[in-house]
C-alpha cells in the first residue's frame, strides 16, 4: 500500500427541502465553485451539493484551509484527478483559486471549461462521475516545519504583508459577495463535464511536505443551466 504521509505537492506561485450554501464545507476545509470572478451559491438538496453553471464557460475550484496548519489538496473533476505532478499547498488559513489541469508544466496549462455531456471532448457522456468535483485534504503533520516561504496566485482584491524574514505573501481578500449564477437556483438543468479550455498562466513550485495521513473529502456537483 502507498504511503501518502510524504510525498511531493505542489504550491501556487504569484503569478500576474434545500438550502442555500457559500461552499461545500467540511471539517473546516471548504471547497467553492467560482464563475465570472464571483463564488457560486450552492443548492443543497437531499445530502447533495449542486451549483449551476451556464455552459461552455470557464471556472475555478476555490480550496480554503480554515486550519492553523498547512494543507494538501488532491483534485479530481468527472472522477479524474486534476494534478499528474502532485497535490496542491494551501497554507494555514490560507485559500487558493485553482484554474487549471496540471498534465505536464508547472508553469501553464488548460483552464477548466464546463460543457454539455454531449461536447465532443467529453471522454465518456454516459459516466455517472461527470460534474463531480471531489477535494481530498490532509493537513500537515505537526512535527513539520517548512523553511521555504509559500506564494499564492495573484488576484482582484489582494491584500499584502511581509513575513519576519522580509518574504512577501499575498492573502486572497474574500469579501466578496457570494452570487448566484442566476437570479434563482436554475430548475431547469441538465448533466455537463469539464474539458480543457483556454490556456492559463497559473504557476506552481513543487515542495516536500509531510501529512498526518487523514484523509478529509469534500464534494459537489456541478450542473449546466438548459440552453433555451
Not at 76 to 96: A, E, N, P, T, Y
Not at 123 to 146: A, C, H, W, Y
Request: hydrophobic share 40%; proline share 3%.
Amino acid at each position: 500500500m502507498k504511503d501518502w504521509t510524504k510525498r511531493v505537492v505542489l504550491a501556487a506561485v504569484l503569478a500576474a427541502g434545500a438550502m442555500v450554501a457559500q461552499g461545500a464545507t467540511k471539517d473546516q476545509f471548504v471547497v467553492s465553485i467560482v464563475h465570472d470572478g464571483k463564488p457560486v451559491k450552492e443548492l443543497v438538496e437531499n445530502g447533495e451539493r449542486r451549483v449551476a453553471l451556464p455552459f461552455h464557460e470557464e471556472y475555478k475550484v476555490r480550496l480554503k484551509n480554515e486550519h492553523s496548519r498547512k494543507a494538501t489538496a488532491r483534485v479530481s473533476l468527472d472522477g479524474c484527478l486534476v494534478s499528474k505532478l502532485g497535490d496542491i499547498v494551501i497554507d494555514s488559513h490560507g485559500v487558493i483559486d485553482l484554474e487549471r489541469f496540471l498534465d505536464s508544466s508547472l508553469t501553464e496549462g488548460k483552464r477548466f471549461k464546463f460543457v454539455p455531456v454531449s461536447h465532443e471532448d467529453v471522454d465518456d457522456p454516459f459516466s455517472e462521475q461527470n460534474g463531480i468535483v471531489e477535494v481530498e485534504f490532509r493537513l500537515e503533520k505537526e512535527t513539520v516545519m517548512i523553511q521555504q516561504p509559500f506564494f499564492y496566485q495573484w488576484a482582484p482584491q489582494i491584500q499584502q504583508w511581509t513575513n519576519g524574514s522580509g518574504g512577501l505573501y499575498f492573502i486572497m481578500d474574500l469579501s466578496s459577495t457570494t452570487i448566484d449564477c442566476c437570479s434563482t437556483f436554475c430548475s431547469a438543468t441538465s448533466p455537463g463535464a469539464t474539458i480543457g479550455g483556454s490556456v492559463s498562466q497559473q504557476a506552481f513550485s513543487k515542495v516536500e511536505m509531510e501529512t498526518d495521513g487523514t484523509v478529509v473529502r469534500v464534494a459537489l456537483k456541478i450542473v449546466g443551466i438548459k440552453e433555451e
